[in-house]
């Protein structure tokens, strides 16, 4: 066997079953031995963005490492955006990367470059193979450490020659080395419990801050009895990558985005209690505002730190702070559909909410159109939302490919603001390919609209036009059906509630991709 054909056997014995890939040159034997090895489904992705987002968007929906392969440094350096978004959600994901031959590297042909480096920025492991015999055991590494709690992107790169040498072995060790959450130690549990006991003066609070694997059911629910026992608040971390939520689930909302609305939630916070997530920051720094909407001297205490066991920890600490207690779950409730007239953001996300289905996953890249998206779909139907983790746009398209790929017998939803889709706007073309059940909606307000709100907030003098066409997405104004369709998407625009709700209702109705531009753009 050569050192590609183990490796990619080694990869399905360790669980890797898919890999998203843009493959060059270097990569050719990788890419044939996916012929060889027919349990390692094989996705193209016509940009690396693609790739790395749907591997993103698998990882957070399986909980298991999809593979990745892209071209040398400039392969990785397109998908490196992504990649940062799922350093940033934990995801497990394993970036293999092909590079040119060991003994050519010093040719410095025109694809050198220092492909470590990249893998770095965005790596917590990063190994680069150096004879064929020896890939499948740096295989296994590779997935070890994309599992290591709380999961983290790994990168495996694959010199050309390593690939092509004959003489390799697949390689899968019994037990496979995984690493368990942390267990939080039961005096870390005795001193949340004091801490919860000391907080409880007039006009002073208690917030739990859920993040991570504190974001899904069973860790949401034993923090929802802490919070009936103790009176303290539980919210969500700004950005979560999986939050399940909906009908049936105790509601929690996340952090604001805004800092001085975070600072406003927190408010009346004086103990701050972290449970997978990590101490709220500003996501940017303006003049004159703080960078944490954290009050002065509130105290902040680490229950559980990411790759800590959070579910378990939180278990604990409701059986000690709240033993009878039970939680407080979402009542079911739908908005109605708005009356016929214009469509915008406030009444397209209504419509959303009125029509989301059961077990639904829902990339959310809406930006400032999903503004009402959590008020109309928190009685919902239990549904996944995983969110822009990282903040580099260009995420939703790809995240959802990932999640369909990963969860075929659910209905997935991509929400995207108008400049965020077209990054990544390719990822179309993989659904359709893949025939995959993903209904798109484009806000299509024609702007980069937080943008907009972001020149006042940073107070940047604006003296011209150039400024505000920066912002600006028409003139030429995107044609998102004919995009679509360009790729095997069939499409349709909305410009009223009534269009829009007929489009959305078909579209989730029958299998396999659609896609629908909802004109919200201001009229008059
Ligand atoms: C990779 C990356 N490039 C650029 C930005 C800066 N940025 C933040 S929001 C934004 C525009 C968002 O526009 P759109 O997706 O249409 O959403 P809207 O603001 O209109 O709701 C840009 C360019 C970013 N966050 N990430």
Same mark, same amino acid.
């Given at each position: 066997?050569?050192?590609?054909?183990?490796?990619?056997?080694?990869?399905? !014995?360790?669980?890797?079953?898919?890999?998203?890939?843009?493959?060059?040159?270097?990569?050719?034997?990788?890419?044939? &031995?996916?012929?060889?090895?027919?349990? =390692?489904?094989?996705?193209?992705?016509?940009?690396?963005?693609?790739?790395?987002?749907?591997?993103?968007?698998?990882?957070? =929906?399986?909980?298991?490492?999809?593979?990745?392969?892209?071209?040398?440094?400039?392969?990785?350096?397109?998908?490196?955006?992504?990649?940062?978004?799922?350093?940033?959600?934990?995801?497990? %994901?394993?970036?293999?990367?092909?590079?040119? &031959?060991?003994?050519?590297?010093?040719?410095?042909?025109?694809?050198?470059?220092?492909?470590?480096?990249?893998?770095?920025?965005?790596?917590?492991?990063?190994?680069?193979?150096?004879?064929?015999? $020896?890939?499948?055991? $740096? &295989?296994? $590494?590779?997935?070890? #450490?994309?599992?290591?709690?709380?999961?983290?992107?790994?990168? %495996?790169?694959?010199?050309?020659?390593?690939?092509?040498?004959?003489?390799?072995?697949?390689?899968?060790?019994?037990?496979?080395?995984?690493?368990?959450?942390?267990?939080?130690?039961?005096?870390?549990?005795?001193?949340?419990?004091?801490?919860?006991?000391?907080?409880?003066?007039?006009?002073?609070?208690?917030?739990?801050?859920?993040?991570?694997?504190?974001?899904?059911?069973?860790?949401?629910?034993?923090?929802?009895?802490?919070?009936?026992?103790?009176?303290?608040?539980?919210?969500?971390?700004?950005?979560?990558?999986?939050?399940?939520?909906?009908?049936?689930?105790?509601?929690?909302?996340?952090?604001?985005?805004?800092?001085?609305?975070?600072?406003?939630?927190?408010?009346?916070?004086?103990?701050?209690?972290?449970? !997978?997530?990590?101490?709220?920051?500003?996501?940017? @720094?303006?003049? +004159?505002?703080?960078?944490?909407?954290?009050?002065?001297? #509130?105290?902040?205490?680490?229950?559980?730190?990411?790759?800590?066991?959070?579910?378990?920890?939180?278990?604990?600490?409701?059986?000690?702070?709240?033993?009878?207690? #039970?939680?407080?779950?979402?009542?079911?409730?739908?908005?109605?559909?708005?009356?016929? !007239?214009?469509?915008?953001?406030?009444?397209?996300?209504?419509?959303?909410?009125?029509?989301?289905?059961?077990?639904?996953?829902?990339? $959310?890249?809406?930006?400032?159109?999903?503004?009402?998206?959590?008020?109309?779909?928190?009685?919902?139907?239990?549904?996944?939302?995983?969110?822009?983790?990282?903040?580099?746009?260009?995420?939703?398209?790809?995240?959802?490919? +990932? &999640?369909?790929?990963?969860?075929?017998?659910?209905?997935?939803?991509?929400?995207?603001?108008?400049?965020?889709? =077209?990054?990544?706007?390719?990822?179309?073309?993989?659904?359709?390919?893949? +025939?995959?059940?993903?209904?798109?909606?484009?806000?299509?307000?024609? @702007?980069?609209?937080?943008?907009?709100?972001?020149?006042?907030?940073?107070?940047?003098?604006?003296?011209?036009?150039?400024?505000?066409?920066?912002?600006?997405?028409?003139?030429?104004?995107?044609?998102?059906?004919?995009?679509?369709?360009? =790729?095997?998407?069939?499409?349709?625009?909305?410009?009223?509630?009534?269009?829009?709700?007929?489009?959305?209702?078909?579209? %989730?109705?029958?299998?396999?991709?659609?896609?629908?531009?909802?004109?919200?753009?201001?009229?008059?």
């Amino acid at each position: 066997m050569n050192g590609a054909q183990a490796v990619v056997q080694t990869l399905v !014995g360790c669980g890797v079953t898919t890999c998203f890939a843009n493959p060059g040159t270097s990569e050719m034997h990788f890419v044939a &031995a996916l012929d060889a090895v027919p349990e =390692m489904r094989g996705v193209l992705c016509l940009f690396e963005g693609v790739a790395t987002g749907a591997a993103d968007g698998y990882g957070r =929906m399986t909980g298991t490492p999809a593979a990745t392969l892209l071209h040398l440094g400039p392969g990785l350096a397109n998908g490196l955006a992504n990649l940062h978004n799922a350093r940033r959600g934990h995801t497990p %994901l394993l970036a293999v990367v092909g590079d040119h &031959a060991t003994y050519h590297k010093r040719f410095d042909a025109p694809l050198e470059s220092d492909v470590d480096a990249l893998a770095w920025s965005v790596s917590g492991w990063v190994r680069r193979s150096a004879r064929s015999e $020896d890939a499948p055991a $740096d &295989a296994v $590494d590779a997935v070890a #450490a994309a599992l290591r709690p709380p999961g983290q992107v790994a990168t %495996l790169i694959l010199p050309a020659d390593v690939t092509w040498t004959d003489g390799a072995e697949p390689y899968v060790p019994r037990p496979f080395p995984l690493r368990r959450p942390s267990p939080v130690p039961d005096e870390q549990i005795a001193r949340t419990v004091d801490a919860l006991r000391g907080v409880g003066d007039a006009g002073r609070r208690t917030t739990i801050l859920l993040g991570g694997a504190g974001l899904r059911r069973p860790a949401i629910e034993a923090a929802s009895r802490i919070a009936a026992r103790t009176g303290a608040r539980v919210l969500a971390e700004t950005f979560p990558a999986r939050h399940e939520r909906g009908a049936g689930i105790p509601n929690v909302d996340r952090l604001a985005y805004l800092v001085e609305f975070a600072a406003h939630q927190l408010a009346d916070t004086s103990l701050l209690i972290l449970a !997978g997530a990590s101490w709220p920051v500003s996501f940017f @720094a303006y003049p +004159g505002k703080p960078s944490t909407p954290l009050l002065p001297g #509130a105290q902040v205490h680490v229950l559980a730190e990411p790759g800590d066991d959070v579910p378990g920890a939180l278990a604990a600490l409701a059986d000690l702070a709240a033993p009878d207690a #039970a939680p407080s779950v979402q009542a079911a409730s739908r908005p109605d559909l708005p009356a016929d !007239g214009e469509l915008t953001a406030e009444s397209a996300d209504t419509i959303i909410g009125a029509l989301l289905p059961e077990g639904a996953i829902v990339s $959310d890249e809406a930006n400032t159109s999903g503004l009402w998206l959590p008020g109309a779909t928190v009685g919902a139907p239990p549904h996944d939302w995983l969110s822009l983790t990282g903040g580099a746009i260009g995420q939703g398209l790809p995240l959802a490919t +990932g &999640a369909a790929i990963a969860c075929p017998d659910r209905p997935v939803l991509a929400l995207e603001a108008d400049g965020s889709a =077209m990054y990544t706007a390719s990822a179309l073309w993989t659904h359709a390919r893949e +025939g995959l059940d993903i209904t798109t909606v484009i806000y299509s307000n024609r @702007a980069y609209a937080i943008l907009n709100m972001e020149l006042e907030r940073t107070g940047a003098p604006v003296t011209g036009t150039t400024a505000r066409d920066l912002l600006d997405l028409s003139r030429p104004d995107i044609d998102f059906t004919a995009l679509a369709a360009s =790729m095997g998407v069939p499409a349709t625009r909305a410009t009223t509630t009534a269009e829009f709700a007929s489009q959305l209702g078909r579209a %989730l109705a029958e299998p396999g991709p659609h896609l629908i531009e909802a004109d919200v753009s201001p009229r008059g």
